[in-house]
C-alpha cells in the first residue's frame, strides 16, 4: 500500500466557529485563516499520515529554558580547580570535523552530561549558520522503542538541517548487541552529514563499545571532570533568577577577599551541577534574611539535621511519630484529623480513660515537637517545602519494616470518604519523590502489591496509575518502570491491567506514545470484554486525539486490524472509529478518504476482518448504528463517502450478524429514522428487506 500521506498533516482538534466567523489559529511553521466557514468546526493538519510504514521516534524541540542556561553568561567551562571542562567543546568538534556527524558523550551520572550535550550542539549550530543567519534546529529525540533492549534504528529521524540529542544513558546497559546499535547509530550519523545535520548521544560510562573498532572510539567524548558546582551556583543565582544581590550567600573565599558566604559549605567538590542548580533555586525562592537563608540551606540539606533530631527526641513516643507522619499525608487538614490518623496507623482508638486523656502535652504542643505549624484548628508542614518528603525518605531508610504497614494504611487513608480520598495528587506526589529518590524498584513492586490485596477502586487505581507514570519517565528508574508495565499489561488481574491502561492514557503517552500502544494491544486482546479492555479503549481513542499521534496511532491500528484471529486489531479500530466517544478520528480519516482511494480501501479492508470476527459482533453493531447516526447529524461527516464505505462492506458481509441486523434489522428491536434512511440509500435489491424492526419507536 502507498506510503503516500492521507493529508497534508496530522489534525490538530478543530476549533469552533460561526458560519460567518474570521477563524486564526496557529500550527507549527504555519497560520491559517479561514472566512465564510459552513462547517461547525475546522480540521486542521499538522503532520503526515501515512498508510504503512514505520511511524518515526517522538521529537521534541530543546527547550527554551535549557538553551538559556547553555548560550549566555550562564554557562560554566570551569572545574573546581580552575581546570577547563571541555565536554562540550570537545563535542561540538566532533560534530564539525570530518566522518559522521556524532558525538558520545559517555560518563557517570552527575557530570553534567545532558547540558554538555546541549551545548555541543548549540556551538556546532552556530558554526553552520546560513547566509541568512539561520541555524540549525535543536531537537531532541525521545527513546521511544517498542522494545529497548534492541532498538529499531530505522525509526530515527533524519530531517535536513536539525541537531538531535538522544540520551540513553539509562538505558544503554540493557542493550542485548551495543556492538550493533552503536554501529547503526554512526550509519545513521553518516547519513545526518549528508542532510546537514547531526548527532548527540548520551551515554552511561560503560555502556558504548568505543574498544571494538577505531571508529566507535573515535567519536566518543568522555565526561570525566565536574563544571564548579559553586560557579554553577553563582551563575544561576545571578542570571536564571535575576538575584545578583545574594550571590554573596555563595562566597567561596576564593577572591582574595576571604570572605565566605553561609551557603558556601553547602557544595564541595564532589557537589554535581544539578546540585549546584537546586541550592540555587532554594536561595533564590525565600526571603532575604537571615530566616531566610537559614530555611533554604535547610530546604537544601533535605532537613536532614531536623528530621534526625525529631526522631531521637521521639525514640520511645510511637504516639509522635504516628502524628507527624499522618502530618506527612495530611498537612493542612485538621489537628484533630490529623490525630485521628496517627492512631489508625497504630491501629488505636481514640482513648477513654479520663486520667489518660488528660496526661501529657496538648496536641498543638506535640504537632510542633514534631515540626508542625499549627494555625487556629489546622496543621500543617508547608511552611518547610521538602519537610514531609523528608521525613517520609528517613522513615523509609530506617524503618524498614514499616513499608506495608505504611502503605496499608495510605490505602485505607484514602478509601472513598475518607479524609485521604481528596488528596490523591499530593499523596501520589510524596510516594513518586519517594520511589525517584531510592530509584529503587522495590518501592514501586510494594506499591504494585497494593493491586494484589484487592485494590480496585477508581480513586486508587488512579493514584497508582499516577505513580507509574510519572515513575516511567523518570531518568533513572524509568526503563524498569516501563519493562515492568509491558509485564503488567499481560496479568490475567483486572486491576492490574486496567491500572496500565489508565497510565497509557496519562502523560506518559506523550513521551512513549509507541510503547504505550504496545501494551494497550495486549490489554486488548485479552478474551472478555472486561474494564481492563474499555479502560485500554478509552485510553487508545485518547491517544488518538492528541496533537500529532493521530498518524501513528491509524497506521498502527490497521496493522493490528489486518491480523486475523487477534482481538486486539478489532477492537481497536472499532474504537477508532466509533463517533460516539468524539467523533473526531471518523471525521479526519472520511476527510483523508475523500481524495486518497488508499484511505476508503483500508476503510473497507478492516471493516471487513473485524466483521470476520464473531467475538466482536456486538460491538461492531453498535458502531454501524453509531455511523448512521453521524452520517445524519454531523455536518463533518461526508454521507455519500460513509454510504458508498458501508455499502462495499455490506456487499461483502451481508450475512454477518452485525450487517444483517443493520440492513434486515432483528425482532423485537425498533430502530430510529437515522438507521432506516441508511438502509434505504444503500440501494439494496429489495424494499421488502427492510420489513422487520424498521418501524419507528412510538
Known sequence: MSEEPLTDAAPDKPPVSSPDEKVEFLVPSMKVTVT?????SIIIAAGPVTMSGKQL???????EAELDVVRTATWVRVGFRGESVMTATDASVLLGAAGPGLAVIAGAPGFGKRTAGVRALWEAAQAEKSDDGTAPALREIRPDWSDPATPDLRLLPEEPGVGYLLDVASEISAWKDPHKVAVGLVGHAETLRRKGSFLVVVADERGWPEDASGAMGRVVVHAALRPSAHRVAVAHLRHVHQKPDRVHWLDSGADGTGRVGEAS???????????????????????????????ARASFQEWRGQVSDVFARTEDNADDR??????????????????????????ERPKKDVREILTGPDLATRLADVGAQVEGRHATLDHRPGYARAVLLHLWRQRADI??????????????????????VS???????????????????????WLDNGTSRDGHLELIAGIFARTAQADALGPTIRARLLDWAKDDEVAVARTVALVCQSSFADDYPRQSLVRLRHILDRPERDEAVTTAEAAL???????RQLARVWSTVIKWAKETGHLAGHRAFLALIDPRTDPFVLQVMLAAAEGKPEVRQALIDAWSTVLADSRVHGEASQVLIAWAHARATDDLIPAELLTDILRRVVARHLMTTPVSALVYGEPDVRYDQAVIDLRK??????????????TLEP
Request: hydrophobic share 45%.
Open 36 to 40: 465564510r466557514n459552513d462547517r461547525s
Open 541 to 547: 481513542q485518547s491517544i488518538a486525539g492528541r496533537e
Open 403 to 424: 513499608h506495608p504497614h505504611l502503605l496499608d494504611w495510605i490505602s485505607r487513608l484514602t478509601a472513598p470518604g475518607q479524609l485521604g480520598a481528596a488528596r490523591l
Open 57 to 63: 521516534l517522538p521529537v521534541v524541540e530543546i527547550s
Open 427 to 449: 499523596i501520589s506526589d510524596l510516594l513518586v519523590d519517594l520511589a525517584i529518590a531510592e530509584n529503587d524498584i522495590r518501592v514501586i513492586d510494594k506499591i504494585r502489591a
Open 265 to 295: 559549605m553547602l557544595l564541595t567538590e564532589n557537589s554535581t551541577p544539578a546540585e549546584a542548580v537546586r541550592l540555587a533555586g532554594k536561595l533564590a525562592g525565600v526571603e532575604a534574611s537571615t530566616e531566610g537563608l537559614e530555611a
Open 681 to 694: 440509500d444503500l440501494h439494496l435489491p429489495s424494499s421488502d428487506m427492510f420489513d422487520i424492526g424498521s
Open 322 to 347: 504516628a502524628l507527624l507522619i499522618a502530618s506527612v499525608f495530611l498537612s493542612g487538614e485538621e489537628a484533630m484529623a490529623i490525630q485521628e490518623a496517627g492512631r489508625s496507623l497504630l491501629n
